[in-house]
């Protein structure tokens, strides 16, 4: 095989999942991850151990190779700048000084922007300094729009729902009869179902919200808000939290959980999924009755460009033409045609069927696939399927016999679809399967589908996993052509 494309190094890094926790070393974010680079085909790279939650060094820069030697004393001031990076308070400090800030007369109640903290009264004078707005009760129960959306480039960028978005996503929720909703990093969703079902005797809706930004602690309960790191599946108040989540999971009289998680999208698909399936393995031990082989609801928020690799990790999910939208990003914004689309979808494994998309907005049923799609993508006699991906009409093409994006077209050299201006003959070899490099097939037909090549380390494996990068790459950089 013709390796010319793969000499340009700097491949990217693979994660390595270990069960091993006790001996992975932890930063401020709970335990690291381990990572290995993608060096030139078959030499694994020197591993190392870095933050699971943080890509940005400015934000984590913890580094350690997984072979180093560490002194007891740099451990020591490890350990003590983890705990001097904790929230200042507890989840049970939070929630009571919560209890406090509601009973404290409407003039008194003060937001400090520099803190982002509500304040009790008798800090007011220490933030005298500081920007401290009045709020209101009504703002209370409003979290995601009081404190400021976080937007560290790549570790921690906030995109909120807009108010459509959450309201569908409520609506579908309400429509499936899910009355126990987790939401993993979804704070907007979270704070609708509290004003939509407020608490009282006969509260038809319980959410309970996992997220990184302990900001949101000090405005919920002890049972509604866990300091969480999905990227690790990190409790950061763990015997608390761990309870905090297995009642919530359990579902007695009828209850049915739901699990709806929008991580941030620089994020590892690999390890994300395997801290939901971790939870989805708490859900399945809390079922009393029922059968054991049936998987936790879930909806993902990702985008359409990772769809190959959440299949991967999860061959139960399908993606939903959806399109979800954000109020900050501007480039991800529901749209008729054209650029301004956006990328986000829904992975689910609810039947797509029961999944309505509001027809008001162009989506339609289809008989066929049995599933809502968007207007433009327009079932495909000859694929049998409802193509599109990216929200713009694809069309047919008969040599590949598939179904291709509209700004792409066959290439005679390449033998393929292709955008007009792509360099022509660096694909040689490269039709054929994604999982198992063999030319006979492609990955969908691949008798070795289940065996995944994810953890390969052939360099056969590594070639193909190679290729599949720079084809998402690619496809990322892409999905405006
Ligand atoms: N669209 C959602 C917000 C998504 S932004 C809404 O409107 O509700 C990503 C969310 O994940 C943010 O709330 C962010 O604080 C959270 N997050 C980011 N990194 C995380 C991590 N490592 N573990 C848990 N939550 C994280
Ligand atoms: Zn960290
Ligand atoms: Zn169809
Ligand atoms: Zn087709
Ligand atoms: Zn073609």
């Not at 693979?14 to 030139?40: M, N, Q, R, W, Y």
């Not at 913890?62 to 705990?83: G, H, I, M, T, Y």
């Not at 480039?153 to 807009?162: I, V």
């Amino acid at each position: 095989m013709d390796t010319a494309g793969l000499e340009d190094s700097c491949l990217g890094y693979e994660v390595i999942l270990t069960d091993d926790d006790a001996s992975t070393p932890c930063c401020p974010h709970g335990p690291t991850l381990l990572f290995e680079k993608v060096a030139k085909r078959g030499e694994g790279g020197r591993r190392f151990y870095a933050c699971s939650a943080c890509r940005d060094r400015k934000d984590c820069n913890f580094f350690q190779w997984e072979d180093e030697k560490v002194s007891e004393a740099r451990k020591l001031a490890r350990e003590l700048e983890n705990k001097r990076r904790q929230p200042p308070f507890s989840q049970q400090q939070y929630s009571a000084r919560f209890q406090q800030f509601i009973a404290l007369p409407p003039d008194e109640k003060k937001f400090c922007q520099d803190c982002q903290l509500l304040l009790l009264a008798e800090e007011t004078g220490a933030h005298a300094a500081h920007v401290c707005i009045p709020v209101a009760a009504a703002q209370l129960r409003r979290p995601s729009r009081l404190l400021c959306p976080l937007d560290n480039k790549k570790s921690n960028a906030q995109y909120l729902f807009t108010e459509r978005t959450t309201r569908f996503l409520l609506g579908t929720l309400v429509a499936l009869r899910f009355n126990k909703v987790l939401c993993v990093g979804t704070p907007r969703l979270h704070e609708l179902i509290k004003l939509e079902y407020p608490s009282g005797e006969a509260r038809p809706m319980k959410s309970l919200l996992l997220d990184i930004d302990f900001r949101y602690a000090q405005f919920y309960g002890q049972d509604e808000f866990c300091h969480y790191n999905m990227f690790n599946h990190h409790f950061f108040d763990s015997e608390a939290s761990i309870a905090v989540l297995q009642a919530f999971l359990r579902e007695s009289n009828g209850q049915k959980v739901v699990m709806v998680a929008d991580p941030p999208f620089g994020g590892l698909v690999k390890p994300l999924a395997n801290s939901f399936s971790r939870i989805a393995q708490a859900w399945t031990k809390q079922r009393i009755l029922g059968s054991s082989n049936v998987n936790m609801p879930m909806i993902w928020i990702f985008p359409y460009f990772f769809e190959a690799r959440i299949l991967d990790c999860f061959p139960c999910l399908t993606m939903l033409d959806y399109q979800v939208d954000y109020d900050n990003h501007s480039l991800y914004k529901h749209g008729k045609t054209g650029r301004k689309q956006s990328p986000v979808r829904l992975f689910t494994n609810i039947t797509a069927a029961e999944i309505v998309l509001p027809e008001e907005e162009g989506y339609r049923f289809c008989a066929i696939c049995e599933r809502f799609v968007w207007s433009l993508n327009k079932h495909c006699t000859k694929c049998n399927v409802c193509p599109s991906k990216d929200g713009r009409q694809w069309k047919h093409c008969s040599v590949c016999e598939r179904c291709v994006k509209p700004s792409w077209q066959h290439c005679q050299s390449c033998g393929r679809c292709a955008l007009p201006d792509h360099p022509c003959d660096q694909h040689q070899g490269e039709e054929g399967c994604y999982n198992c490099a063999s030319p006979g097939h492609k990955r969908k037909a691949c008798p070795r589908k289940h065996i995944s090549s994810r953890r390969s380390t052939s360099k056969r494996g590594r070639v193909v996993q190679t290729k599949r990068r720079k084809e998402r790459r690619k496809e990322k950089k892409n999905w405006k052509d």
